[in-house]
């Protein structure tokens, strides 16, 4: 397996321009969920996803949009990227809350946003 | 919500046991604690977890107070990769799903 894969590693982009981050899992989790890490900080939640179709706000949604059309995929869009946008952001998976070990998180790689 | 408080650094020589404290006091019966590391610029790691019991795995061992207000990950025999940041977590439940929040973690310093 795979586990979770995010890309791309690594995108400059510039003040008002889009892109959407990729994120995809091959364990057949059922919750997704997307982080961001400013330097010297902990993680923040910005969206999670139960299943297909269902997502939900974490502590930091504003600016992002996400959806989840199919259990593997979870995209995160930045539509008007601004320079607090600046991050590193994580993409985790796990496959689901019944049971404390089914609740553990599997992280992909990261990708490095800079907002210019 | 619960929440934890860590200490923001630690040393430990190589070769020694790493103790990590962690102070969750507002934790709630049915809610776990789990520990995850990050290396450097990596996404980050599950360790271990817990409830009321001592639990140990491979990597780490997990002593939770009686009264459940606290807990310590102890790493045996702290090598230079364990150098990393640790994070100690208690799962928040909301309806539909469940949000983890991860403060600023307790970065290790393992030096030979």
């Known amino acids: 397996n795979a586990g979770v894969t995010q890309t791309p590693k690594f995108r400059i982009l510039k003040i008002g321009q889009s892109m959407t981050l990729q994120c995809a899992q091959d364990m057949n989790h059922n919750y997704m969920y997307w982080y961001r890490q400013d330097p010297g900080m902990g993680l923040k939640l910005i969206y999670y996803?139960?299943?297909?179709?269902?997502?939900d706000k974490g502590e930091v949604p504003n600016g992002y949009n996400v959806s989840r059309s199919t259990t593997e995929d979870f995209p995160l869009r930045l539509e008007l990227a601004a320079p607090s946008q600046t991050s590193v952001y994580f993409c985790?998976?796990?496959?689901?809350?019944?049971?404390?070990?089914?609740?553990?998180?599997?992280f992909g790689p990261g990708t490095r946003l800079l907002v210019l | 919500d619960a929440k934890t408080t860590q200490p923001p650094s630690m040393d430990c020589a190589e070769g020694r046991a790493a103790n990590l404290p962690c102070n969750h006091s507002t934790i709630s019966g049915n809610e776990y604690v789990y520990w995850y590391r990050q290396i450097h610029s990596q996404g980050p790691q599950y360790i271990i977890h817990?409830?009321?019991n001592n639990e140990t795995n491979e990597m780490a061992s997990l002593i939770i107070t009686e009264d459940r207000k606290s807990s310590t990950l102890i790493l045996p025999h702290a090598t230079l990769r364990d150098t990393a940041v640790y994070y100690c977590i208690v799962r928040v439940s909301n309806t539909g799903g469940f949000k983890t929040i991860f403060g600023a973690g307790t970065r290790l310093f393992v030096k030979a």
């Open positions: 817990g409830l009321k």
């Open positions: 996803s139960v299943g297909a179709g269902i997502t």
């Open positions: 985790a998976s796990s496959y689901g809350v019944a049971g404390a070990r089914q609740e553990t998180q599997y």
